[in-house]
């Protein structure tokens, strides 16, 4: 894996980013964030089955759409069991999990 040549680096450069994005945004940026975090992925996964279906009356679509998502999400998933790096918020008390139990 060649990511591994680089994680270390990437890591260290996430959290220089993360304490800057954190010390400079306002109340409304960070709800912001948190809208889109927790509604704008969730809208861009369950919004083309609805497009596909309802609108467009494409059953096959749709069906392919669902199962590639699910079988996306599922290796993806798995995967995150397997391999997985700590959160910056796990070792670093300067960063905030906003809505996110640290524990």
Known sequence: MLEVSYRDRLYQDSLTF???????STE???KVWDT?????IA????LPPFVFYLIFWKRLKTLYYVVFI???????????????????FWDTPEIHAYNCNNQ
């Open 70 to 88: 699910s079988t996306m999400l599922f290796i993806m998933n798995i995967s995150k069991l397997w391999y997985h790096e700590e959160r910056p």
């Open 36 to 40: 889109y975090s927790n509604l704008g």
């Open 18 to 24: 993360i304490k800057k994005i954190q010390k400079d």
């Open 43 to 46: 809208i861009a996964v369950a």
């Open 28 to 30: 409304a940026e960070a």
